[in-house]
């Protein structure tokens, strides 16, 4: 079955240090998304991400945060300049339709720690 | 903005006993999605409901939408052990575009 892959699985960074959290989506798969979840706490939607730009962004991807397609498979996800309330767990997923139609594949996550 | 809201938060039963967990959007949806995530996982798609008063089964699993698209319940038979970890249900939207909002989850844990 396909999966959704990312790394690393963990990451440890220093706060106010850049980190990159990378992805590769499902290959026939268009849309692209960034979750966070917070250790026990709900999944939140930070951005999703379609033909090469933000389709939509939540109030928490903020200017700290950047998305990327480099090279037409990697999905990478760039936190320029940490803080410890970026410590959660980052789920990146994919999906063949918008909006999730038919649902999401996650990935198995970064744990990203800042310390 | 949108928000999507689930109980109960936790529940403990039986081995054997039935579960259920509700979830209510504070805006219509277009689609609801739930999805189960074992402890130290990652979300995994369970399964989608569109239709209004849509009634959907997996096996021991039955998954309703409301009349009013705005509600959906997931009903588990006869627990096991596997069923472990928490139950997400999903709120899409069109005026959200692509964005799925999630409820907080239910954990859901089973005694042998």
């Excluded at chain 2, 967990?21 to 689609?31: A, D, E, F, R």
């Excluded at chain 2, 995530?37 to 990652?42: C, L, V, Y």
């Excluded at chain 2, 009903?75 to 596997?82: E, N, S």
């Amino acid at each position: 079955e396909p999966e959704v892959t990312q790394t690393p699985s963990h990451q440890v960074t220093q706060m106010g240090q850049e980190v990159i959290l990378r992805c590769v989506p499902i290959s026939n798969h268009l849309y692209f998304y960034w979750y966070r979840q917070i250790l026990g706490q709900k999944v939140e939607f930070l951005v999703s991400f379609y033909n090469n730009e933000i389709s939509e962004k939540s109030e928490i991807f903020d200017d700290q945060f950047s998305v990327e397609r480099p090279d037409g498979s990697n999905f990478t996800l760039k936190i320029r300049s940490t803080k410890l309330e970026d410590s959660a767990m980052y789920f990146c997923a994919s999906s063949e339709r918008a909006g999730g139609l038919y649902g999401y594949t996650f990935g198995s996550g970064t744990r990203l720690t800042v310390v | 903005g949108q928000q999507v809201m689930q109980i109960p938060q936790y529940q403990h039963v039986q081995e054997g006993e039935d579960f259920t967990t509700y979830c209510n959007s504070s805006t219509t949806l277009s689609n609801i999605q739930w999805y189960k995530q074992r402890p130290g996982g990652h979300p995994v798609f369970l399964i989608q409901l569109v239709k209004s008063g849509e009634v959907k089964k997996q096996k021991r699993l039955t998954f309703q939408f409301g009349e009013a698209k705005k509600n959906s319940s997931l009903h588990i038979t006869a627990t096991q052990t596997t069923d472990v970890g928490t139950y997400f249900c999903a709120g899409g939207t069109n005026n959200a575009g692509n964005m799925l909002t999630f409820g907080g989850g239910t954990r859901l844990m089973v005694k042998p």
